[in-house]
């Protein structure tokens, strides 16, 4: 591609990621990689986002030893690194604060955002407002209506929350609208993507902004533990916080291993596990392992946890699955449930149904003969009490 990129915009062997944007974007996508190149030689940029990351965010976040639970398990150490400790709940906020403050460098005072869960429309509705950034969260109706308290909390702090009407009503269709607001108002407006997903740079950005989990994590386990963990393992929805978590060990010998949904059957429709089901493909200006029909066309999917509820998985962590440098699993919304309980009752610690999908997999590791385990805790469960009530009789 001659875009005039500087940043690789491809991953692995199979050339993944990319640029597959209309027209209108490539301009203010080759800006935004301008902005985010010179931030980060910047020391007055990293020196904010250093000091916001640490006093608004709450960074770094503890890594928490499970005792209780590695030894009900059979391991001999499991440690928890605490995104759910994270202001607003989940790691979405590392990257929502750094792109906002990105932007605002860029001189562009309105920030467009799309939102499935609500978690990233909150991040970053949050960070606008510690910014006095404008805020637009683009979220579907279906969405809006089973996420109902964080389209409260995005109002409280000032963000707009525009309904998606169109198709199934939930992320996809809003990255597609928060795309096309962007093209429209890209002079004066930034869009804050949530995952490590869509056209070049923001695969590339949402990593780097993400790699502060693994980063704190390895020095925290070396100081701990006094040796690297034998598994490190992260749920995965589009893939930032697993990359974030799982890239600073990418140089280690340890296994690294990513836990998709899946869903309540293994027919498609029925799951969003993008490895089995799977083709390459491009949806919203990448090109990755999607979940597609016959024809192409991309599948709906289906997952108890709407945040792991997307039919692509993000181009640099689909390349490091297919070239064999992480481990790729899946877990039924069953499991996740029952991870989620073991937590609860062992440790006194509410994860997010998200990240109950990598809780799930304990058992199995634990099987496998792993002794040290390090698991990312992307977010609270606080968001999902209505489901952990009516899934588990409470
Ligand atoms: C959004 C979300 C995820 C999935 O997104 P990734 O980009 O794959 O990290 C996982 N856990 C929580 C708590 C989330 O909010």
């Not at 990255?175 to 056209?199: F, K, Q, T």
């Not at 609860?344 to 003969?369: F, R, T």
Request: glycine share 12%; hydrophobic share 45%.
């Amino acid at each position: 591609m001659t875009l005039g990129f500087t940043l690789p915009d491809r991953f692995g062997s199979q050339a993944l990621g990319g640029c597959y944007a209309p027209e209108t974007l490539l301009q203010p996508l080759l800006d935004l990689e301008a902005a985010f190149r010179s931030a980060l030689d910047d020391p007055a940029y990293v020196a904010e986002l250093k000091s916001e990351l640490r006093h608004f965010v709450g960074r770094p976040t503890p890594l928490t030893p499970a005792p209780r639970l590695a030894a009900q398990l059979g391991l001999k150490a499991l440690f928890l690194k605490r995104e759910d400790l994270t202001h607003t709940g989940a790691h979405k906020i590392n990257n929502a604060l750094a792109q906002a403050l990105l932007a605002k460098r860029m001189g562009k005072h309105e920030i467009i955002a799309e939102t499935g869960a609500g978690q990233h429309g909150v991040a970053t509705a949050a960070a606008c407002a510690r910014l006095g950034l404008s805020c637009t969260v683009y979220m579907g109706v279906t969405d809006m209506a089973r996420q109902a308290p964080n389209v409260a909390r995005m109002r409280l702090f000032g963000a707009k929350v525009e309904p998606v009407e169109a198709g199934q009503g939930t992320l996809k269709e809003a990255v597609n609208e928060a795309l096309r607001a962007w093209a429209a108002r890209c002079d004066r407006a930034h869009y804050i993507l949530g995952s490590a997903l869509g056209p070049h740079p923001f695969p590339t950005l949402v990593r780097t902004f993400q790699t502060v989990i693994g980063e704190e994590a390895r020095a925290q386990i070396l100081e701990q533990a006094g040796t690297l963990p034998e598994v490190v393992i992260a749920c995965a929805g589009g893939g930032s916080n697993g990359l974030g978590l799982l890239v600073p060990f990418l140089g280690d010998s340890l296994r690294r291993v990513a836990v998709e949904a899946g869903g309540h059957g293994p027919e498609l429709g029925e799951h969003a596990a993008r490895l089995d089901g799977g083709r390459l493909g491009v949806l919203h200006g990448c090109k990755t392992l999607l979940l597609q029909d016959d024809h192409g066309h991309t599948a709906e999917t289906a997952s108890i946890s709407a945040g792991l509820d997307y039919p692509a998985l993000g181009p640099e962590l689909a390349a490091l699955i297919l070239d064999g440098q992480v481990e790729v699993r899946r877990a039924s919304d069953e499991e996740a449930l029952t991870g989620a309980r073991l937590l609860c009752e062992a440790e006194g610690i509410l994860p997010a149904l998200e990240s109950s999908h990598a809780l799930a997999l304990l058992p199995s590791l634990a099987a496998e003969g792993a002794a040290t385990v390090l698991l990312g805790l992307s977010g609270r469960g606080d968001k999902d009490l209505s489901t952990y009530q009516s899934r588990s009789g409470l």
